[in-house]
Structure formats: structure tokens, C-alpha cells
């Protein structure tokens, strides 16, 4: 069971480059998010699905774009990327929504933009 | 604000001795759950305790909530190094706060 995988693992990034982050589950979940972790800043949630076909805005979503195509998958893009975006991103899923089932989290893409 | 805030911010102790963390909230809350972060990692899930539990343990861990004061703890009792982790907590928002950072020495 392999749960949540993310790719790349790692990114070296020039600003104002176009970066899809790729996330794939397979258990099935309705709910999927994206989060950024930054030192000193904790988790901050950028977009979440919680169905497929549906999508919506968390706290810090400027700069990037998701889609639902399916239940499994859930890409995140940043269109122009800039140093700022500098982070590791997480990729979660949960079965229910609304933020109080169990979330269940990749290995994370780690993000430098130069 | 249901973000859960995690006090201290950072705990060093021996191996074999207990850790306690805790948790505040603002908020009504349906349930608090327990993550822990090992170091370039994804957060792994603990633990969860609903709004009308009082204590639940697994394991090595015992968390315990108090609605009435908004708050919540985490011990882990006869520590390992392996132990070693960021833990967080979560009040059924999709706010993560800082977390705290534990090591435990061998």
C-alpha cells in the first residue's frame, strides 16, 4: 500500500518557471490538500479538494493553481515560480472533509527557487 | 482561530525519562489529534481523542483533554531517541501550528 506519493522529491527551480508538483493516493479519499511548510511558520494549507471536481482556497493561495480531475490525483502548479515559493510542500489526504478526519501525508517535494 | 498552539517550542531530555507537550485551543472542538513530524518527513498521525474523552492511550502515549480549559497534553512516557520529532496538534481545522520540536538524547 503505497498511500500518498509525491514527485519530484527535490526541485531546483530558475524564477519565473513553470512547476506542476505531482500527487497521487490510492485509498480512495475524498478530501486532498496542499500545504507549505516554512521554519518558524508550521503548515499553512494553499488549496484543498474535496471531491473530485471541486476545489477551493486555504490560507496562502496566490501564486498557485489545483485541479481535481479525479479522486486520485491532485497536481499543484505554480505558474511563474518565484523565490518566495521556496518551501517543502506536503501533499494530504482524508477521508471525510472539513478537517477533522485524520489526514494522511506524503513525503513532501522540497522546492528551491533560484 | 481553532489553530492549536503547542507549548514549549522546543524539549531536550535523556533517554528513558517522560515528555509532556501541550496543546492549547480557542474554539469549540469535535476532536484533537496528534501528529508527529520525524525530521524531512510527512506527518504521521498519533492519536486522536474526541470532545467528550478525557484521556486515551497507545502505546507509550497518553493524551488527555480538558474542554474546559481548551487544552490538551501529550505524554510520552519512557522515551527513545527514536522519539526524536516534531510533534503537532490539530483541532479539526486545517491549521497546523509551529509544533514541538522534541530530542531526546541516547
Known amino acids: 500500500i503505497a498511500g500518498i506519493t509525491q514527485a519530484p522529491t527535490s526541485q531546483i527551480l530558475a524564477a519565473g518557471r513553470r512547476m506542476t508538483l505531482r500527487c497521487t493516493q490510492d485509498m480512495r479519499h475524498n478530501a486532498m490538500y496542499w500545504y507549505r511548510q516554512d521554519l518558524g511558520l508550521g503548515l499553512r494549507l494553499i488549496h484543498y479538494?474535496?471531491?473530485?471536481?471541486?476545489?477551493g482556497k486555504g490560507e496562502v493561495p496566490d501564486g498557485y493553481s489545483v485541479s481535481r480531475a479525479n479522486t486520485d490525483d491532485f497536481p499543484l502548479t505554480l505558474a511563474s515560480a518565484v523565490p518566495s515559493q521556496t518551501s517543502v510542500y506536503f501533499c494530504?489526504?482524508?477521508?471525510?472533509?472539513?478537517?477533522?478526519?485524520?489526514?494522511?501525508f506524503g513525503p513532501g517535494t522540497r522546492l528551491t527557487v533560484l | 482561530s481553532q489553530q492549536g498552539e503547542e507549548d514549549p517550542q522546543a524539549l531536550s531530555i535523556q533517554e528513558g525519562e517522560n515528555a509532556t507537550m501541550n496543546c492549547s485551543y480557542k474554539t469549540s472542538i469535535n476532536n484533537l489529534q496528534w501528529y508527529r513530524q520525524n525530521s524531512g518527513r510527512g506527518l504521521v498521525h498519533l492519536i486522536l481523542?474526541?470532545?467528550?474523552?478525557r484521556e486515551k492511550h497507545s502505546g507509550r502515549l497518553r493524551v488527555t483533554l480538558d474542554t474546559s480549559k481548551k487544552s490538551s497534553s501529550l505524554l510520552i512516557t519512557a522515551s527513545r531517541a527514536a522519539d526524536t520529532a516534531s510533534y503537532f496538534c490539530n483541532t479539526g481545522k486545517l491549521i497546523f501550528g509551529q509544533g514541538t520540536t522534541l530530542q531526546v538524547k541516547p
Open positions: 494530504a489526504s482524508s477521508e471525510g472533509t472539513g478537517g477533522t478526519d485524520t489526514q494522511y
Open positions: 481523542i474526541r470532545s467528550n474523552e
Open positions: 479538494s474535496n471531491t473530485a471536481g471541486t476545489t
